[in-house]
């Protein structure tokens, strides 16, 4: 199948432009509640004054106001995310280390239930949990969560990358300061790579579009610019890795929920000056904008996004023509996994990603898993249609990702089972097919977004299979170790199985 065949981004193919739309219009409709509760507005403004004018005390007090106002319009409103975020930083900004990382828990907690712990927002909240642990000289705690940001990052978007560097650039000091050498030099070595690739594609020749979206990307998903010397507590310059031995210094990352709002017209334009690059040919210049429409798809959109797929497509094909295979393997395998446990899912599109990631793996010597995923590709439309195929052993790369399930999360999904089934009577007819409802369920076992995947093309027993889902709820609260929504699809057929897709 030919990759320039697929209508991407043509007149047909009108899914990846609707997420972005609806992203949108989700935040202007926050905008318009901002418009007709102007007290959170207005608190939020006074206290940044204050801020701002040095009157700490006061400051404090109205940002506890304005967090008390954000709570009321529940964990999904931007407005408590920006609210946390602002009190972190009221603290950090004092040096007060102790005081600000409560605060920085809540975010991360609340980041981590909102958008998953695959997101880059929440990686940047992992890094400023470790900012401020090492400042307070809990070293340990530090470390791990460096670590899981770094491993964020690099699943996301490759071990090579800007977001990688900035949490090195906090990690190293640390490493020095705990007389770890060999591990600081090594990251220092890291530092220095993933800054010289960079620099070298900017300043080789970079044509104009490119220099000013690498300027974009920086200066929208960047640290603060003022980096704190922990030895005398005065703002030193940013310089390098060259600079790390000898300087110890934090970083914290300010990204907030209207800063990542603005990301997603970012992407659509380095997307298509990307494609410019590579019609042209350019394929060094069109990796480089491709992976940055990638940073910035994911903090709009979210990393399972479409806009995430469509990137992490366009930046593997920029590999392949580079014959960077190796790189090009993750990029080419996250675009089928992340899109096959979508909703709504295209047979075509699906079995031609799968057929993208197959030859990639021949070219790369990977033969047996290339066998799993070529006979995945024959199987695409049974795998969507009839989940129980999906327990098959060529399907095992899907699921390679996924956590195994506790115990407790395995009787909670044959709860849900049990309770649907309870309320389930097949009224007199005959459909098509089964019918296939997909439904959300949050923290506390409350459901939302029920709606038809597959109809029976029976409007009687369609109806009765959403009056079922409907009668069984609420469903008990997800097990402690689920932190935040899942989304379930079943079939009512004569077993009645439920597949749970961790968000």
């Known amino acids: ?59 404090q007090q109205l940002y506890e106001k304005a967090l008390a106002e954000a709570k009321k319009f529940g964990q999904k409103d931007p407005r408590l995310d920006k609210t946390l975020l602002a009190m972190e930083r009221l603290y950090e900004d004092q040096k007060n ?53 770094l491993k964020v990052v690099s699943n996301a978007l490759g ?38 690739a960079e620099r070298d594609l900017v300043v080789a020749s970079m044509p104009a579009e490119a220099a000013s979206a690498t300027v974009g990307i920086g200066s929208t998903a ?11 507590d005065q703002p030193v310059a940013a310089t390098g890795a060259n600079q790390i031995a000898s300087v110890p210094h934090s970083r914290f990352f300010d990204q907030d929920v209207d800063e990542m709002l603005a990301m997603s017209g970012l992407s659509t334009q ?67 996994t992340v899109y096959a446990h979508m909703a709504q899912l295209d047979a075509w599109r699906l079995g031609h990603y799968a057929e993208e990631y197959r030859d990639n793996l021949r070219k790369i010597g990977n033969n047996s898993l290339a066998d799993q995923v070529d006979q995945f590709v024959q199987n695409v439309d049974g795998w969507i249609n009839d989940p129980s195929s999906r327990n098959n052993s060529y399907c095992a790369w899907l699921q390679e990702e996924k956590q195994p399930e506790s115990t407790a999360f ?27 409802v997909v439904f959300t369920i949050d923290k506390d076992g409350s459901i939302s977004h029920l709606e038809m995947l597959h109809t029976s093309e ?33 079939t009512f057929d004569r077993i ?3 597949v749970v897709h961790h968000q």
């Not at 432009?17 to 939020?44: F, N, T």
């Not at 900012?131 to 940001?149: D, F, G, I």
């Not at 060094?284 to 806009?307: F, N, V």
């Not at 469903?475 to 170790?481: I, N, T, Y």
């Open 410 to 436: 395995v009787e909670y999904q044959k709860e849900l089972e049990r309770r649907i089934k309870e309320h389930w009577t097949a009224p007199y007819g005959e459909g098509v097919g089964p019918p296939v």
């Open 97 to 149: 280390w102790p005081a600000a990382e409560p605060y920085c828990r809540q975010v991360l907690s609340l980041r981590e239930k909102t958008m998953g712990p695959d997101h880059l927002a929440y990686a940047q909240s992992v890094n400023n949990l470790a900012v401020l642990l090492s400042l307070q000289n809990k070293y340990a705690e530090a470390e791990q969560n460096y670590q899981k940001a």
């Open 222 to 232: 960047a640290g603060r610019q003022g980096i704190v010397n922990e030895d005398s």
């Open 270 to 336: 380095y997307m298509l000056t990307g494609d410019e690059y590579r019609d042209k040919k350019d394929f060094k210049h069109a990796e480089k904008l491709h992976k940055m429409a990638l940073e910035a798809a994911q903090l709009s959109a979210g990393p399972k996004s479409m806009e995430a797929v469509l990137c992490m497509g366009d930046l593997a094909l920029d590999l392949e023509e580079q014959n960077k295979f190796v790189q090009a393997d993750p990029y080419f395998k996250r675009q089928v």
């Open 1 to 59: 199948m030919n990759r320039t065949n697929v209508p991407v981004r043509g007149e047909g193919e009108m899914k990846p432009r609707l997420i972005g739309v609806h992203i949108g219009a989700a935040m202007l409709l926050a905008g318009s509640c901002y418009a007709q509760e102007p007290s959170w507005d207005k608190i939020m403004s006074d206290a940044s004054r204050a801020a701002n004018s040095k009157q700490t005390v006061q400051a």
């Open 159 to 196: 071990p090579q990358n800007k977001y990688s560097a900035m949490i090195l650039e906090n990690y190293a000091p640390m490493l020095r300061k705990i007389n770890r050498v060999a591990d600081a030099e090594k990251a220092e070595k890291q530092i220095a790579e993933i800054r010289n």
């Open 458 to 490: 029976s409007m009687p027993i369609d109806q009765a299979a959403l009056r079922a889902v409907s009668k069984s709820a609420p469903f008990p609260p997800l097990p402690p170790e689920t932190s935040f929504e899942v989304q379930v699809e079943y």
């Open 496 to 498: 009645g199985k439920c």
